[in-house]
T-cell receptor, first 113, second 114 residues
């Protein structure tokens, strides 16, 4: 069974450009989460989907970040326009039920120059 | 606000040694605690999940304990091997949080020398 997969694994973009990250959760997992680690900091929660609905987006840093999960399958996280401080590793995770074991993807390393 | 601290920040041991990684959290009201492993440039691999009602979980050479009242968890690795070298992360799921808003520690970087 495939785990959580994320695309791309790395992305280098210039300040002001747009980047879209994608996450495919484990099949059958209704709960999908985005986390982020910026340099030297702990991994921090961004938002949580239950199927196609945003359950909690309290961790989204600002309105330059837009997450979607159309059809309740894969999710995208768009950063527009990207700023230098958005650089970091973006992780996606999924769980079968809320409160159960979380499975993480390999992450997308975003570098804004 | 829940905060998670991991000690030590880094650890270097010779192969074959038994070792303990520590995790502490400020609020004992948690749903569960999860230990992860991260290899360089890779994602997080779940090692053990301990529910708040449990005291410990074991998987192979790994044993994780939980003392919720004192806000502490330990990850015990027996007979360490070079392949155990990685960053180990502890994360708690606070009670009352709807969903899986895990709160992570900064991690312990482990190096096992052959």
């Amino acid at each position: 069974e495939a785990g959580v997969t994320q695309f791309p694994s790395h992305s280098v973009i210039e300040k002001g450009q747009t980047v879209t990250l994608r996450c495919d959760p484990i099949s059958g997992h209704d709960n999908l989460y985005w986390y982020r680690r910026v340099m030297g900091k702990e991994i921090k929660f961004l938002l949580h989907f239950v199927k196609e609905s945003k359950q909690d987006e309290s961790g989204m840093p600002n309105n330059r970040f837009l997450a979607e999960r159309t059809g309740g399958t894969y999710s995208t996280l768009k950063v527009q326009p990207a700023e230098l401080e958005d650089s970091g590793v973006y992780f996606c995770a999924s769980t079968l039920l809320m409160g159960t074991e979380a499975f993480f993807g390999q992450g997308t390393r975003l570098t804004v120059v | 606000k829940q905060e998670v601290t991991q000690i030590p920040a880094a650890l270097s041991v010779p192969e074959g040694e038994n070792l303990v990684l520590n995790c502490s959290f400020t609020d004992s009201a948690i749903y569960n605690l999860q230990w992860f492993r991260q290899d360089p440039g890779k994602g997080l691999t779940s090692l053990l999940l301990i529910q708040s009602s449990q005291r410990e979980q074991t998987s192979g050479r790994l044993n994780a304990s939980l003392d919720k009242s004192s806000g502490r968890s330990t990850l015990y690795i027996a007979a360490s091997q070079p392949g155990d070298s990685a960053t180990y992360l502890c994360a708690v799921l606070p009670l009352g949080e709807y969903g899986n808003k895990l709160v992570f520690g900064a991690g312990t970087i482990l190096r096992v020398k052959s």
